[in-house]
């Protein structure tokens, strides 16, 4: 092992024998000999990398693409079929909420026993325990049974008792998706803590703003092997994107089976035209054209007696092309489409944006910008440029509502759309500001 790293992975690789409905008495083995029947997945194909000391490493990647398997084989909770492992120092991990606690001891007593599996004497942990009890905040609670416990109280004893043993290596599986808001934040601050004094730092998680804000590098596993390794920021921005496409190329399956269920041509070449129709008359270029016969992006299955309500909505850059991840500063474009299916409909459309943590970041409509009601029925599509967006690095969503002249509401779409932010700059809060430094 080289003398600045603390773990180091040599092309490991890990299998699981699966069984499809396994006999679990001998007559059962012996009468239904097909229920034994077994298919052996590999999970990982092999896999390399190494983590320096004060190191923070993030793996991202879809559910069963062995993120979980590689931290329990660092853990040596299992071990690989092929290739090895070495670890440096004492390594603490959040695996499994609650994992190592006894449901009928008290908060106190679990975390004598938790610190033991991590390695700690007795005089060790009493030097602790004031220090985990207050950081989890439950002090109200710590004589209590964990039972009756709820899944953010155990989340507050398993991290307070894993970031206190003063470990060399910490591994993090998801854990931190637990709990409130509060205490979250309270975590990552814990974390950069104990980044900074020296602990190396292995976390799973589908956060990518997690993972920007907490790791120095990012590792993309797919289909057990690692397809792409690097800064947070690039890995996290080349994931979003793979994920989307495939998620687009789902959405136009989805669309023309539909389709062709209604009816083979005649329909589809009705939908066609009408859909050709409204993008002539608000001169659109042949690239959103495509798009939007592609593409539904908003299902409308159920509208009930809604005369008045939304169909589609699609968002791409300024250069015309579909994307749901842009950096600080571009240009962003919505469109709108809604349909009117009755003599006469007034109003205005309004627009929403909210963070994923619920923070209120922008709303408008066609009223405060236009300054009129509009007549709905003369129009069909609506296009929204946010011009040189200053929103920081985070997940936003897209919130749009039709409402008549009394505010009366025909259709709303809450989290109508999702899209990702990354700040080119490391910026941190919610917006931008133009400042200008200068020292005298």
Known sequence: MQADN???VHDITKSFKVYYDKGRTLKERLVTPERNKTETRWVLKGISFDVKKGEA?????????????????????????????????????????????????SGRENIYLNAAIFGLTKKEIDKKIDEIIKFSELEDFIENPVRTYSSGMYMRLAFAVAINVEADILLIDE???????????????????????????????????QIEKICDRCIWIENGIIKEAGHSKKISEDYLIDMESKRLERFQ?????????IDKNEE????????????????????????????????????????????????????GKEKLSFETGDDIIVYIKYIVDCEHAE???????????????????????????????????????????????????????????????YDYLENAACIHIFSNKGDLGVARITSEWDLQ
């Open 347 to 409: 109003g205005s459309i309004c627009f929403l944006v909210y963070r994923d943590d619920g923070v209120y970041c922008f709303g408008t409509n066609t009223y405060f910008e236009n300054k009129q009601i509009l007549n709905l029925k003369e129009y069909s599509i609506l296009k929204i440029t946010l011009k040189h967006i200053e929103l920081l690095s985070g997940k936003y969503f897209f919130c749009i509502g039709l409402n008549n002249e009394e505010a009366v509401t």
């Open 268 to 319: 589809k070449e009705s939908v066609v035209q009408v859909e050709n129709t409204k993008l002539e008359n608000i001169g659109l270029n042949e690239e959103i054209k495509q798009l939007s016969k592609n593409l539904l992006k908003i299902k409308r299955k159920e509208i009930l007696d809604r005369k008045v309500y939304f169909s589609e909505m699609y968002i791409t850059d300024i250069e």
């Open 175 to 209: 854990i931190l998706a637990v709990g409130d808001i509060s205490f979250q934040k309270k975590c990552f601050e814990k974390l950069k803590e104990i980044k900074r004094a020296g602990t190396s730092i292995v976390i799973v998680s589908h956060s990518l703003d």
């Open 6 to 8: 603390v773990i180091e």
């Open 253 to 261: 399956e989805e669309y023309y089976s539909e389709i062709e269920t």
């Open 57 to 105: 490493i993030g793996l991202i990647g879809k559910n069963g693409c062995g993120k979980s398997t590689t931290l329990k084989l660092l853990t040596r909770i299992i071990y690989p079929d092929s290739g090895c492992i070495e670890l440096k120092g004492r390594v603490s991990s959040l695996l499994e909420l609650g994992a190592g606690f006894h449901p009928d001891m």
